[in-house]
């Protein structure tokens, strides 16, 4: 049973804040109102499934005083009878969907997300694996009806990703792709091995929450910026001036390198997009580690030098090692289209997880 004052102040704080909105309590500022719409429009849903929750529970007691009472005719009470077992067997549903609705929301969740591919272990094949990665969450993103820009692409002697950025906008992006961070690891026969050997290789995915200024002060003191001339195939425009861009972020060390644009000006501001999202990552990271220090579940660890995902082409399978999850449809999966079928898997996982440790399951 769900505590009867926790969802009556849920749905007091939701009314309180459509009154603030409508200008029922006065003016309210700027910077307050968009707060407000975002606390609002995350708890609608919430609130949403509290009122049928509760529509329900007045429905089954409608329903069992008309059992009770003697001027129940037999048609009236089978069809009674017949309901008030729909309503109980859905109330427990209900329940759930409130719970996981009231679960800590990550505040990430609603970003978009930076995508970076780097070929790994395995030399022309993990290359070409890069390749292949990054054109299964393109395809995803196309499906999900996302927009897909590619913003870095650093290609090997033979076509595949040594290493690619990748920005993916849309609703909800960084919630489903959270989790594809960490190490991918295929076994195939390569298009270059004569004798028919399944090799091992392996190619990187990190997911970062696009950062916005909002999110990350970067000072100019704390940055250093160096401009060079790209370097690329021979012949492009791309050599001709010095537009390519490297920051430094002192305080931590990390550095982002952009070079793709012609303009310098595009490049800087490409590469301090995704510094921002990285130095966000780590802050996020760090107070991750803090909060779940004791935390079984490795779904959501984020660990890029940890192997969560095996595809192997010749029985056709990917293995998801996090949650012992197998598909025999590696065809589909690689295509971007049944990817949708894992990752679901994995927030289910995390939700269950999360949901167990509130409960006092963990």
């Keep these: 049973m769900l505590p009867a004052d926790k969802l009556n102040m849920i749905v007091a704080r939701y009314d309180e804040l459509e009154a603030a909105m409508s200008g029922q309590m006065g003016d309210v500022p700027a910077d307050d109102f968009v707060k407000m719409s975002r606390e609002y429009a995350d708890l609608k849903p919430v609130v949403e499934t509290i009122q049928h929750y509760r529509q329900s529970e007045q429905e089954i007691s409608d329903l069992q005083d008309m059992l009770g009472s003697e001027d129940t005719d037999a048609e009236m009470r089978e069809m009674a009878e017949e309901e008030l077992q729909e309503l109980r067997a859905a109330l427990p549903d209900l329940e759930h969907e409130i719970k996981l609705q009231l679960l800590p929301k990550d505040e990430a969740d609603t970003k978009n997300a930076i995508v970076e ?48 950025v990748a920005k993916v906008s849309g609703p909800n992006v960084f919630s489903k792709l959270k989790f594809e961070s960490g190490v991918h690891r295929v076994q195939r026969v390569p298009e270059t091995e004569t004798g028919g050997r399944i090799h091992t290789s392996a190619a990187t995915v990190a997911v970062l929450p696009e950062a916005e200024e909002i999110d990350v002060k970067i000072e100019e003191k704390d940055i250093r910026v160096d401009i060079f001339r790209a370097s690329g195939p021979g012949g492009q425009s791309v050599n001709t001036t010095d537009s390519a861009v490297r920051i430094t972020h002192l305080p931590t060390g990390i550095v982002v390198q952009q070079q793709d644009e012609k303009s310098q000006h595009k490049n800087k501001a490409k590469a301090m997009a995704v510094l921002r999202s990285r130095i966000y990552e780590a802050e996020r990271a760090a107070k991750a580690a803090e909060r779940s220090a004791d935390r079984k579940g490795q779904v959501g660890s984020g660990d890029r030098s940890e192997r969560i995902r095996t595809y192997n082409f010749p029985q056709g399978r990917v293995t998801d090692h996090r949650i012992n999850l197998t598909l ?35």
């Design 328 to 362: 025999y449809k590696l065809d589909k999966v690689i295509a971007g289209e049944a990817l949708n079928e894992i990752i679901d898997a994995l927030i289910s996982e995390d939700q269950a997880e999360r949901l167990a440790e509130v409960e006092g399951g963990v």
């Design 117 to 164: 591919f780097r070929a790994g272990t395995g030399g022309d094949e993990a290359a070409l694996f890069a390749g292949d990665l990054m054109r299964m969450y393109q395809r995803y993103a196309e499906n999900m009806g996302w927009r897909w820009e590619t913003m870095s692409f650093s290609e090997s002697d033979i076509g595949g990703v040594k290493e690619a």
